[in-house]
């Protein structure tokens, strides 16, 4: 079993739908990365957290320490929103550990 | 603009031959790593350097090389010794190390081996 698990694999969507992408953990962690892949394969960092919630734009991340569960919710969804999203954990000095990625596609 | 260049952003190699991918930071970050990515997998590490004229073996170095003589460069080398080195390759760099902040990500490098 993976030590990061995300959920679901693939998700398709209609424009202004909420969208919700999970992560979970199995080992004990420091901190939890969310990213975004785009097509042409470049990466963004969209959030760092390690408790509680974070908040930009329309995008939201949140975790569970006690549960090892986050999730990246994204509001009115739109088809630009469409990309692979990365979990990665933190667990140690220069460690992540990634999880496989959810791709998301928004259709007009 | 700040950032982290990649290239060639494709690269095809015969079998047998080295090939080196290019990664270029104008960020000032201190610590800088290199990634493989393969279908349905998540990212490995294969490298990563916290200072200049320092770097060390991530999870997947066999068949791998590096060198970090600018504190802005931080050159990956598939060697011959690499025995699936078809995949795509991310360079990522973050100023103090990962348990201190985010990480920036370049555009990645497909390599292809013939």
């Known amino acids: 079993k993976n030590e990061v698990e995300q959920s679901p694999q693939n998700l398709t969507a209609q424009e202004g739908e909420f969208i919700t992408i999970n992560c979970s953990y199995s080992v004990g962690i420091s901190a939890l990365h969310w990213l975004q892949q785009h097509p042409g394969g470049g990466i963004v960092s969209l959030f760092m957290l390690s408790s509680g919630k974070k908040k930009h734009g329309r995008l939201i991340a949140t975790i569970n320490i006690q549960e090892k569960h986050s999730s990246l919710h994204i509001t009115a969804s739109h088809p630009r929103d469409s990309a692979v999203y990365i979990c990665?954990?933190?667990?140690?000095?220069?460690?992540?550990?990634f999880g496989q990625g959810t791709r998301l596609t928004i259709n007009p | 603009d700040g950032g982290i260049t990649q290239s060639p952003k494709y690269l095809f190699r015969k079998e047998g031959q080295n090939v080196t991918l290019s990664c270029e930071q104008n960020l000032n970050h201190d610590a800088m790593y290199w990634y493989r990515q393969d279908p349905g997998q998540g990212l490995r590490l294969i490298y990563y350097s916290q200072i200049v004229n320092d770097f060390q073996k991530g999870d997947i170095a066999e068949g791998y090389s590096v060198s970090r003589e600018k504190k802005e460069s931080f050159p990956l080398t598939v060697t011959s010794a690499q025995k699936n080195p078809t995949a795509f390759y991310l360079c990522?760099?973050?100023?103090?190390?990962?348990?201190?902040?985010?990480?920036?990500f370049g555009e990645g490098s497909r390599l292809t081996v013939l």
């Open positions: 990522a760099s973050s100023l103090g190390g990962i348990d201190t902040g985010e990480l920036f």
């Open positions: 990665a954990v933190r667990r140690g000095a220069q460690k992540l550990v």
